[in-house]
């Protein structure tokens, strides 16, 4: 298979318009950064929050607040588009997706939607962000997990709710390429963690709720931290910046047109070692508890990146170590400066 490894700049020009749904959240909000640095100039970006809640605001972009679960509302999001990234999504970690499964499912409004507004405006290509819950949970029982490589969404036995509705949102993907010839991408993340993330308020992920935990437990002189599970249950985690620049690269690979990939980091992280590793950051050591009735999702995922380096050349590569360090030293200013009655993002 050719290594394509094109980019935005190699394909588009610096006015076409680029459209970003999800932009006021962690991932879209990066990715509109990373246009907007690279010169392009027609950026819109969009979100349901209203543009103060916004985690990332990025100066000299469109950005509209618009509901894109409605019909309407895409149509005039997609105007004019030449590429459209989708990464709405009622989304949140474990604690939001088990406890929350209709309205996850219901993201399938803002993807069914967006994809057909995309077709309809005449949009070359279109980009979903899927996601690790799309694969079998049978094949994720065990910490020591074999790695999860495309093929295994099939038989398809999802997480409920949220990889239910991501695995379907993949198929309305590959029909539009099959049927219309949009040129789709599809990029099933694993936990994607790093700055401007969420870090409170029960849509966190692993890292960020350790790293707020830890910071807390500081602050409070109380040196205990309480794990969801045994901790033994394993994830890898992708840092923002090796998602950002993957999301470009997968989305102009005329190999992977409407080809589900993961995109993800193949180090396997116990959470009690996350827990190890955030308590060396903060320079603290805890007394552990074990939340046994709390969330905790499969026991292992990984991402297994044959595909990816074989097609691409590239798999997402910064040390999680390093990339710990830098969400850490980041929520600790968030936790500062909420102290200090500053906005912050969670
Ligand atoms: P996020 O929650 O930070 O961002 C999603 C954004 O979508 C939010 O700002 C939310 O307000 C917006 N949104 C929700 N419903 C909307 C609607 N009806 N109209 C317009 N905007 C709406 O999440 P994220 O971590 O940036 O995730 C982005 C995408 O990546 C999502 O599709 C998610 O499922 C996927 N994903 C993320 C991860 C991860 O680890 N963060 C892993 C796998 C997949």
Request: with cysteine; charged share 25%.
């Amino acid at each position: 298979m050719a290594n394509t490894n094109k980019r935005a700049v190699d394909i588009l020009n610096k006015d076409d318009l680029i459209v970003i749904g999800g932009a006021g959240g962690f991932i879209a909000g990066a990715l509109t950064k990373y246009f907007h640095d690279q010169g392009f100039t027609r950026i819109r970006a969009i979100d349901k929050k209203p543009l103060p809640e916004w985690y990332q605001m990025t100066d000299g972009v469109e950005s509209i607040c618009m509901d894109l679960s409605i019909e309407e509302n895409c149509i005039v999001a997609c105007r004019g588009a030449k590429e459209v990234y989708n990464l709405a999504a009622d989304m949140g970690g474990m604690g939001f997706i088990e406890k929350f499964r209709i309205e996850c499912l219901r993201s399938i409004l803002i993807n069914t939607h967006m994809i057909e507004a995309a077709n309809r405006a005449g949009a070359e290509r279109f980009f979903f962000s899927s996601s690790a819950c799309a694969y079998n949970v049978e094949l994720q029982k065990d910490p020591n997990v074999r790695a999860l490589k495309e093929s295994d969404a099939y038989p398809a036995m999802a997480e409920r709710g949220y990889g239910w509705e991501k695995l379907l949102s993949e198929m309305f993907c590959e029909e539009y390429w099959s049927e219309r010839g949009m040129k789709t991408a599809i990029a099933r993340f694993h936990n994607v963690y790093g700055p401007f993330g969420t870090w409170d308020g029960g849509r966190e992920k692993a890292p960020a709720a350790i790293c707020r935990k830890v910071i807390e437990t500081k602050d409070s002189g109380k040196l205990e931290i309480d794990i969801w599970g045994s901790g033994v249950q394993t994830r890898s985690f992708m840092y923002i910046d090796d998602c950002v620049l993957g999301i470009d690269m997968i989305m102009h690979c005329d190999d992977l047109i409407a080809t589900a990939i993961n995109l993800g980091s193949n180090e396997l992280i116990a959470i009690n070692d996350l827990v190890t590793y955030t308590e060396e950051i903060g320079g603290v050591k805890l007394e552990r508890t074990h939340d046994m009735d709390a969330p905790q999702g499969v026991a292992g995922r990984n991402s297994d990146n044959t595909f990816i380096k074989q097609v691409l050349g590239w798999e997402p590569d910064l040390p999680f170590k390093e990339g710990l360090k830098r969400t850490y030293d980041w929520i600790e200013q968030q936790y500062n400066d909420r102290k200090a009655g500053k906005r912050t993002v969670s």
